[in-house]
Every structure is written in C-alpha cells, then in structure tokens.
C-alpha cells in the first residue's frame, strides 16, 4: 500500500461519528418581550408520527450536503414561518449524542422584529402551538433529573462464544440522566431538557 496516498486519503476524509446514523439540528431560540430575555418553545403536533404533542426547540434532520447551522436555521424559519433576516445565529452549544445512534447539534438563535408571539403564523402541519419562558425563571429552576440505565442486552443469536468469558463477560453499563423542567402546565423534558439545561449552564454567571 502507498503510504502517501494512505496518509492523503486520512488527512482529506472528514472525520465522523462511529455507529451514527442519524444527524439532527435545532435552535433554541431567545426572543426579547416587554424588555425581558424569554426563550422560546413549540408544542409539537399531533399531526406528527414522532413526539406529537411534546415540547421542543425549532429543528430536525440535517439534509444532504447541509451543514448543521443551516439546517437549524432553516427549520426554525420552516416551522415558525418566519423570514431568514429574523433568525440571528448568536453561536453553537454542546453537541448531544445519545444511546440510540443519533447525534443533534444545537445552536442559540435570536428571533427578531417579533413584538409578540400571537403575531408568529407557525406552521400547524408541525407546530400545535409555541410559548415562551423568561430566562431569569429558567435560571431560578432546578430541574428534576432521574437515572436511566443503559445496559447492554444482546439480541438473539449474538456471538457470545466469540467472547472471552462468554455470557459471563462483564460488560459495561451507564446512567442516561432525564432533566424534567416545569413552568405552569408545561414540562420540558427528554433532549430539549438537556439542551436546555446546559445553556443555562453556559450562561449562569453572565450578569
């Protein structure tokens, strides 16, 4: 093998996620009302066939040949119905990859020249309805976090006679951490929630 086409192939291939197979994006979208820095939410519908009904920030599936800040962009203006000029991209937050072969990039957005939410025209194909939180509330807020553990179960017909020890091998197991988060009637939970949780974080100590 030539070793400098081996060393140009490496240094030219962009670096990926191993057993990904599923690349999301979402805004979590600031929006300034009476003065007041609030955070924005959309209540998914029920028209939808995944979590309808759920709460969650703008997003979806990154599209081919997209990168991850145009997809959140591009889905918050889907969604919400809005212009490109009213979405200001403010910068990325932390990367989430989860148990279940999915990676979600999340970015924090400002949404401008809207003096009230009643006035967004969102989309009701996916959107049931949108509310908003004031950050100072969230930044008060101790979300309720449960454990869920991830434990590895090998489906039938798995090779364990390829395995040193067996059936008796000692795999490895984690804690998934779940954040609930409620204001009023509304709870916040699962990926929006961690997202959530480490904006604020990111932001905890801004004055």
């Not at 955070?39 to 066939?49: A, P």
């Not at 203006?77 to 403010?90: A, K």
Request: hydrophobic share 40%; net charge negative; with cysteine.
């Amino acid at each position: 093998m030539d070793l400098n086409k081996l060393t140009e192939t490496l240094q030219l291939r962009k670096r990926g996620y191993l057993d990904i197979s599923n690349h999301f994006s979402v805004l979590l979208p600031l929006i300034y009302l009476g003065g007041e820095l609030h955070i924005l939410f959309e209540v998914r519908s029920q028209l939808l066939n995944s979590q309808p009904g759920e709460i969650c920030f703008p997003g979806g599936r990154i599209e081919d040949n997209e990168a991850p800040i145009e997809s959140a962009v591009r889905e918050t203006i889907e969604e919400l119905n809005i212009s490109y000029e009213q979405v200001e991209v403010m910068g990325e937050l932390d990367i989430l990859t989860t148990p279940f072969n999915m990676v979600l990039y999340s970015f924090c957005g400002l949404l401008k020249d809207i003096e009230d939410i009643h006035s967004i025209k969102f989309n009701r194909q996916e959107v049931a309805s949108v509310f908003t939180v004031p950050v100072s509330e969230l930044l008060k807020t101790t979300p309720i976090s449960y454990p869920m553990s991830v434990i590895f179960d090998g489906q039938e017909g798995f090779p364990y006679h390829l395995i040193e020890n067996g059936r008796e091998y000692k795999w490895k197991s984690g804690n998934y951490p779940v954040y609930f988060y409620q204001y009023g009637d509304y709870v916040v939970w699962g990926l929006t929630a961690k997202i959530l949780n480490s904006f604020l974080s990111i932001i905890r100590h801004i004055k």
